[in-house]
């Protein structure tokens, strides 16, 4: 079973994660780099994601095997949070396509694996 601390970071990456995917659904890239509310919104998203993944590493480094490119994810974060003015609009809208549900789908495989062991426990 999964300690609290651990289910909390997991909670906030997936949730982070769906939001950007709800923000950004049947939206293009022309709309994404028109409009400043949404880059906003993806933007923080993924630095809540990043960040809590840092946590979640943190708290178990044993995880950092369950997640694709660890060490990327948390270079754009910095990225995002210390030198945002060099953001480029379309990297940032290539991992919203392509990364994001990959690790949505990495967060949600922990979950399902948690339920499983706490569910055997159980018994």
């Not at 809590?52 to 660890?70: G, K, M, T, Y």
């Amino acid at each position: 079973m999964l300690p609290r601390r651990i289910l909390k970071a997991l909670w906030d990456k997936r949730s982070a994660c769906d939001r950007v995917i709800e923000f950004t659904s049947a939206k293009t890239f022309a709309s994404y780099e028109s409009d400043t509310l949404l880059r906003s919104g993806v933007e923080r998203q993924i630095e809540i994601a990043a960040e809590a993944l840092i946590q979640l590493l943190r708290a178990e480094p044993s995880l950092a095997s369950e997640f694709s490119d660890v060490p990327r994810i948390i270079a754009f974060r910095n990225r995002l949070v210390h030198r945002y003015f060099e953001i480029d609009t379309a990297i940032v809208w290539r991992i919203v396509e392509v990364n994001v549900p990959k690790l949505r789908q990495e967060v949600q495989a922990l979950f399902d694996r948690h339920e499983q062991a706490s569910a055997t426990e159980s018994c």
